[in-house]
């Protein structure tokens, strides 16, 4: 028997089909989590698994599973993948393109003739980006244990929908597929990804070796202030929640200068009642920090939560902490695969550190896991011209396939012994 | 025949009545330009008029009027009033006050069984809070020939329903009311409103005599970013709107430091896509300026659009001037009748100016005119807690009337010849 190969142009030909689930008129996807256009996706990914002979599932979280049985049963499986939701106006491959080329992989494996000894399973977790419903990773987290299952159910989108309501209507639609419980052990956890940044463009790498994922943080800050006249209220009397907000972000954005890897980003802001010609009763906005270096990402932490403090007068501020995850770093043994394998194919290599967060820091302390970076035009990503070059997204799956070959435990001499 | 005198629990059960349509659970009102709810409070005071013989009829802006066919049909008519729209979350006196103490006053006339020589007629303005529909005072700057119909027919509101549209549903819920041409001549204009500040609370004065309308600048100005990674994006590269919003917003409201009467907001804020881990794309902000001198106004108007230029970098702007309105002064001959009229009933009174914006502005460049305030409790308006006094709002009422006496020519000698 010959040793698997990936199908470049099939990869390449789901990848472009799936991305016209929740296609947006200009370009690019709008397939926010357990939505309508999530479930034609679902669709899709399940009709491909099964047609190799893959079995579909989910379990409690909402997460997709599809799985090739390996030869010995009483064998922890190997998890690949990513997830198939994206944000509002996001690209075809942040999330895609992890989750088809683990499937692209186990598929060429399939159709070699050749079984893996291990278990295999293709992963979409649930609700990576946390756009619709926040934060994002929920489908991870809920199987890392790290939040109540309850908890997660009740958060609400814009439109007062549950993640719980959400999620019914997706299983609704699955009605012949497996449910099985929250959470299972895993021998090894292999994410592919695009990069999201351009370091590996602007070094001429194609495939990243990634070697943790940066901190993040998250906050909710609510200021409350007093609805008045516009054209009547003593500006020395007023109560102006955007006033407020406004003296915060601005002092909250010079307090990062000088550091050169942090990230902070204010990217959703909400006014009350929104009106012209009424002082803001109520902001509420969520910040997003992240940090390669923990203790940096902690004092930058504790300096925020003291501007919103200190800022807020005359109004009030209510601090809310939402995410806090520390920088993780990735099994050295899988990035010594990952390098191998790339040299072997020729393909320049990178170590470098994830600045996005993604499903695997989930993963990392429960099982030996890691990342494989595929190079995104100008690193732009979460944007309809997000964009990963045919031979890159190709070569990432390749370098994914020669891992599974060994995690699994699939013989490539069986052929010739 | 005795002289009219105003039924101020009828006036105050009015008042009141008005406030259903519309209802918030929490006290106050709903009730938008042009809305199902406008259309019930149309409902009601057509009825209250034709009770008391008065001819309602509307035009091409959407304006009602209710009329008291005078005896000498070749003279010019008195009108009074004002808006019976609200904010959306906004109290029961401003506007409904003004319309409902001019149906009041009118309907004191008819009975007394005098009958005016001028024809008088109520007004109720279209659109006069611009909350549903920007910017506002439509119906009278419309009416003044201010702005072009098509232009403000095409206005849209946030579910995309245009002006034109919401009026023709109005229009066609009273089938059998008149449509008279845009704009007549008029001898003289009156309009009763709260004061929607405390000075007159302050100074213990129950009737205000409006010396003019401070000047009033608006401003839609729209910052344009590019959508990026909250977590990969470096700093430096960013061009984030909600960052430059921010300086802008700061900056700006440091620049009104020092100036005692300058009113400046911002009260209403979109953030595209407002997703909490994109780096914004654009920023869209109204700009609420207002101030008594013109001079003032205009250079504060000069340093905002500067500031707005100067911070957007590296972001871009687009600064779009929607109202420029100069501060105004009313009649002195209308203003002497009010201060006699306060004086004969001994109600304590003072000249001030009017820090909101009303229709009376856009009447005063046409004919006579002036404006009665009454104080409102703490100054409270464009709120659900905004509160006027039953015996400030039968007081604002029977000046109103000793007006309407005088310029509409009703000789209450008449039954003494």
């Given at each position: 028997m010959t040793r698997p190969e990936i199908s470049s142009e099939r990869l390449w030909a789901r990848l472009m089909a799936l991305?016209?689930?929740?296609?947006l008129p200009g370009g690019g996807v709008n397939r926010q989590a357990l939505s309508a256009e999530e479930i034609l996706a679902w669709r899709r990914v399940i009709a491909w698994g099964r047609a190799a002979g893959l079995v579909a599932s989910t379990d409690p979280a909402g997460n997709l599973f599809l799985t090739l049985e390996g030869?010995?049963?009483y064998l922890t499986p190997v998890v690949a993948g990513s997830h198939i939701d994206s944000q509002?106006?996001?690209?075809?491959?942040?999330g895609a393109f992890g989750t088809l080329a683990a499937l692209e992989a186990v598929t060429a494996i399939v159709e070699s003739g050749l079984r893996p000894e291990r278990s295999i399973i293709v992963v979409g977790w649930m609700?990576?980006?946390?756009?619709?419903?926040?934060?994002?990773?929920m489908g991870s987290e809920l199987f890392a244990g790290l939040r109540p299952l309850e908890e997660v159910m009740a958060v609400r989108d814009a439109d007062g929908i549950s993640v719980g309501e959400a999620l019914k209507s997706v299983h609704d639609a699955f009605p012949d597929i497996a449910h099985r419980p929250l959470g299972f052990d895993i021998h090894s956890y292999i994410e592919p990804h695009i990069e999201q940044a351009d370091v590996l463009e602007t070094e001429g790498a194609v495939i990243g070796v990634v070697s943790g994922i940066q901190g993040k943080k998250t906050y909710d800050i609510t200021v409350k202030g007093r609805e008045a006249h516009a054209g009547t209220e003593p500006m020395e009397r007023r109560q102006d929640a955007v006033q407020a907000f406004a003296r915060m972000a601005t002092r909250m954005h010079a307090a990062m200068a000088g550091d050169d890897v942090v990230k902070f980003t204010i990217g959703r802001v909400t006014v009350e009642?929104?009106?012209?010609?009424v002082v803001s009763a109520k902001v509420t906005f969520r910040i997003d920090l992240r940090h390669p270096a923990n203790a940096a990402l902690d004092a930058f932490g504790t300096q925020l939560e003291e501007i919103a403090a200190g800022e807020a007068e005359p109004c009030s501020v209510e601090i809310r902490r939402l995410v806090d995850a520390p920088s993780n770093g990735f099994e050295e043994g899988l990035k010594a695969q990952i390098r191998a394998s790339a040299d072997r194919h020729g393909f320049p290599r990178l170590d470098l550190l994830s600045a996005a967060g993604h499903d695997a820091r989930q993963m990392a302390p429960l099982t030996r896991s890691a990342m494989i970076f595929i190079p995104c035009r100008g690193g732009?990503?979460?944007?309809?011209?997000e964009w990963a070059e045919p031979a890159h997204v190709a070569a990432g799956a390749a370098v994914l396939l020669d891992l599974l070959l060994e995690e699994a435990g699939v013989s490539c001499n069986q052929g010739d012994a």
């Open positions: 991305g016209e689930d929740g296609a030869t010995l049963s509002p106006t996001g690209g075809l491959f942040d609700n990576e980006e946390g756009s619709r419903f926040a934060p994002g990773m009642p929104n009106a012209p010609s732009v990503s979460h944007h309809p011209d």
